[in-house]
């Protein structure tokens, strides 16, 4: 049987999981694909610490170039993560024309673009199934099930810390500190949780699926970003009131008409009937609405050792196909042996699929919408003084810039100080809503900035 040589470069969280994957499921892997996947080297700078694997001889190494400079090794496992060591480990290894699979949504995030033009000139592919949605199929759906579709738009809970922590307050009022220490410890946080808390993370896994809907390149800057830290108990029980939950949502809408596609992460009310709204715990999802489909919904772990192990393998199962297609390409004609190095420099014929889902020749620098160009309803919380004249000088305000109000509720009553007056929008514009609110804010009767709340209502 055709042996597949693989390397694993970092043996942490998910290095390990994939390892134990290759080892365990040998069997059920070689029955499914009809190769050998011989795990050749395990690199990681730490060879002490027993990740409860037995190894062969050999295997578990420290010097990660020697598997990157192995010419017997075929596809390479980065799994160090971060965006230095790790993006020169790939380089190195897709000169040396050796697959790439990664997890590493930061670094593709920032550096896809010219990651996967070299892995083109090199003629290999380069894999990143488990950079989004952790098990969740979303970037296989989006390249492969989904290619005679026009991709409408994107929503997804791609963030598994801040779904367990908006979770945590909603279901048990727990405060956020304790629910992001137990998201630590569950393993679902980043090395560094600055990243899933404001939404930074989400951006980068938004930033990878834009691109491959709608055939664009990889843009993480223009992406507008915005976590959940200054969400507050109130807000989640106000949002419960008028039939909404919050989530941490990665929107992309396709404005293509326009010339340009919409890419914003913000926290945002849903109604309480969708399906998504129920998305709770550490669990991921992603709605894809598209032209001939309609309505596709993915479920599932967005992180963690296994799940994200089975979507690294699912990555290896697709190259080693593709490596044994060229293979028998080749022993089918002796012509092949021209056609192989003219392929070997076009990717659609080494790859099946094209990385970023369409041809290379065909994927454009399409913009991103600024957020202020954006529009949907938004909720709006106000702490004011609760004096006769003061309701009216804000809906003035709003009506000024023409934004219409949907629903206004005064929680409580006082003499002296300021109530939470809550408000609901129809559809507005972003800039009018916040030219708005910064004249509300310049009112005496209001003491703080208001909070606002986009509404995705679909
Ligand atoms: N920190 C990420 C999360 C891990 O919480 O979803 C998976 O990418």
Do not use: W
């Not at 491959?212 to 990889?218: N, V």
């Amino acid at each position: 049987m055709r042996q597949i040589n693989i390397a694993i470069l970092g043996c942490g969280v998910v290095g390990s999981g994939v390892a134990k994957l290759l080892i365990e499921k040998q069997q059920l892997l070689e029955s499914r694909i009809g190769v050998s996947l011989n795990l050749k080297y395990v690199a990681d700078l730490d060879t002490k610490t027993d990740r409860g694997i037995k190894f062969k001889d050999g295997v578990f190494i420290s010097d990660a170039n020697k598997a990157i400079n192995d010419p017997d090794v075929d596809i390479v496992v980065e799994l160090i993560g971060g965006k230095t060591i790790a993006k020169d480990f790939i380089v190195k290894a897709l000169q040396n024309a050796k697959h790439v699979v990664t997890a590493n949504k930061a670094l593709i995030a920032s550096y896809g673009n010219t990651i996967v033009k070299t892995a083109i000139e090199n003629g290999v592919d380069f894999a990143f199934e488990a950079s989004v949605g952790g098990c969740m199929p979303v970037i296989k759906s989006i390249r492969e099930s989904l290619v005679a579709n026009h991709i409408n738009s994107i929503t997804g809970i791609l963030n598994g810390t801040c779904n367990y922590i908006l979770t945590k307050i909603s279901q048990e009022g727990c405060p956020f500190d304790l629910a992001l220490k137990e998201a630590q410890n569950r393993g679902y946080a980043e090395a560094d949780p600055f990243l899933d808390v404001e939404g930074h993370d989400s951006a980068h896994k938004l930033a990878i699926l834009t691109a491959i809907a709608y055939g664009m390149e990889i843009n993480i800057e223009d992406i507008h970003v915005e976590g959940i830290s200054k969400i507050t108990p109130m807000d989640i029980e106000f949002a419960k009131e008028f039939g909404y939950a919050i989530k941490l949502l990665a929107i992309s809408k396709n404005c293509l008409d326009k010339g340009s596609v919409e890419a914003r992460v913000h926290p945002t009310m849903i109604p309480i009937a969708l399906p998504l709204a129920h998305v709770n715990g550490s669990m991921n999802a992603v709605t894809i609405n598209a032209d001939a489909t309609g309505e596709t919904m993915l479920y599932g772990a967005g992180a963690g050792m296994m799940p994200t192990a089975s979507a690294v393998l699912s990555d290896i199962a697709d190259i080693a196909r593709n490596i044994m297609a060229v293979d028998i390409a080749d022993t089918k004609s002796a012509v092949m042996s021209e056609n192989r190095i003219n392929m070997a420099s076009n990717i659609s014929g080494r790859t099946r699929v094209p990385i970023l889902g369409f041809q290379a020749k065909n994927i454009r620098k399409i913009p991103i919408l600024p957020i202020t160009d954006i529009s949907t309803c938004y909720y709006i919380r106000l702490a004011a003084e609760d004096h006769p004249g003061v309701l009216s000088k804000i809906t003035g305000i709003l009506g000024s810039r023409g934004i219409s109000i949907q629903s206004v509720h005064q929680k409580g009553r006082r003499e002296n100080g300021p109530v939470p007056v809550v408000m609901i929008t129809h559809r507005a514009i972003e800039k009018d809503v916040q030219l708005a609110l910064k004249e509300i804010a310049s009112l005496d009767a209001i003491p703080e900035m208001p909070v606002v709340i986009r509404i995705e209502d679909y």
